[in-house]
């Protein structure tokens, strides 16, 4: 994971905007490649994700998801391609 200032500036500022959208209950797609933070964060936010009574997931993505309150960590957009983007709010944390 590069430790750099662009990483902690989209780092920070994805996180300030998980723990604004874990309030409208909608889906969250937390998407970048792989050592761009997404783990870290999920697992700095934990406790308030869970509160807020969200899931996470990682590899079983369906269009069933998209109709509760998920957190889906993806590297590869096209998994969810055939999904409307209406049904999500994307953070995009790649550098």
Known sequence: MLNTTAYNCIYNSSKKLLLKLLDTNNVIVLYGKGGCGKTVLLDELQDKIQDRGYQIEFTNITEN???????????????????????????????
């Open 65 to 95: 998801l998209f109709t509760k309150k998920y957190i889906i960590s993806l590297y590869d957009l096209n998994k969810i391609s055939h999904i409307n983007n209406s049904k999500y709010f994307l953070i995009n944390m790649n550098l």
